[in-house]
């Protein structure tokens, strides 16, 4: 999933000479935490919520308070890169920028919803939990024998804390079909959660 896919077209900016004032009241009116500052149609820099709620009483301008250099990304890099660069230098959100413009902001809570959305939680999807599954090549099979019986698998995670047991959620017509083959593959399924409750899960 690109970043492109996931990002706000319409972006709120600011001007380095607005007052902090006027930031806030922008951030206030359209309900995000992070405005980019744009200088002659440039980006100049982004100023936050954090900024604003930090600033002390001599910064007048959103220019006394703005991170100068923001990091950006490209609407081209991965969903799961731009999660990667927010976690590791602790911010918001990333302005997403092409061939020098501006055109959108990704923000941490369009990150969640992509990872959301390819997870299939918001689906109606059932949650396996099965043994028998250490290794790699074990790991394969149970994706071929769901493939098999027209499964869609959404994701096999292993646990960490028991070598071959594997938590899985997948959408399918017929749940029983995938059970058996699992199981006819050697594998034993101990929990199958149906899709009402996953959906809350």
């Known amino acids: 999933m690109l970043v492109r896919s996931r990002m706000s077209r319409r972006v709120v900016t600011v001007e380095p000479q607005q007052s902090v004032a006027q930031a806030r009241a922008l951030m206030d009116k359209h309900r995000v935490r992070q405005l980019p500052v744009m200088r002659k149609a440039r980006l100049a820099g982004i100023v936050t919520d954090r900024d604003l709620r930090s600033a002390g009483a001599k910064a007048e301008r959103v220019a006394d308070l703005m991170t100068t250099k923001p990091i950006v990304i ?3 890099a991965s969903v799961d890169e731009a999660a990667r660069l927010l976690r590791a230098r602790k911010i ?3 302005p997403v920028v092409e061939g020098g ?3 959108g902001i990704l923000s941490a809570s369009d990150v969640l919803d992509a990872f959301v959305d390819l997870s299939g939680v918001g689906e109606e999807t059932y949650r396996l ?5 250490k290794g790699k090549a074990a790991q394969q099979q149970v994706r071929q024998v769901i493939a098999v019986q027209r499964g869609e698998l959404k994701w096999l995670h292993p646990d960490s804390q028991e070598p071959g047991k594997v938590h899985v959620r ?3 017509r017929r749940i029983e079909d995938i059970v058996t083959g699992l199981e006819a593959a050697g594998f034993d399924v101990n929990s199958v959660v149906a899709p009402s409750a996953t959906r809350s899960a």
């Open 129 to 133: 939990i099965l043994t028998g599954a």
């Open 74 to 76: 490209g609407p081209n």
């Open 92 to 94: 918001g959100a990333l």
């Open 101 to 103: 413009k501006l055109i």
């Open 170 to 172: 997948l959408k399918s």
